[in-house]
């Protein structure tokens, strides 16, 4: 069993996904990639695993609510209440990484 993903299986990812990656992180994905997959493949490994069984907070005879239409909210006073915006855009903090950094 090999331990990376190749060139061409990143690569190809990556196109799925629509974004472009450098040669640095092609050779770090290969790996992370890799061990992602073989994570994910462990399911196969669990005894008793049935495909049927669905296991939600919710069953076929739920009854949910019905939508209900709101208040629309005022675009200019959300805006104007954020503690931090620009033009029409709510500037929020990064809440992902490349890992490199943190």
């Known amino acids: 069993m090999k331990d990376q ?3 061409e299986e990143v690569l190809h990812v ?5 974004i472009e990656i450098s040669d640095k992180e092609i050779d770090k994905y290969q790996i992370e990639l890799k061990q992602l997959l073989d994570d994910v493949e462990k399911i196969n490994d669990v005894e008793g695993y049935d495909e049927d069984i669905l296991i939600a907070c919710w069953g076929e005879n739920t009854n949910l609510r019905d939508d209900e239409i709101g208040n629309m909210l005022n675009p200019k006073e959300v805006i104007e209440s954020a503690p931090r915006h620009s033009g029409n855009y709510i500037e929020v903090p990064v809440v992902l990484s490349d ?3 943190a």
């Open 5 to 7: 993903l190749t060139k």
């Open 14 to 18: 990556a196109n799925l996904a629509r």
């Open 99 to 101: 890992g490199e950094g």
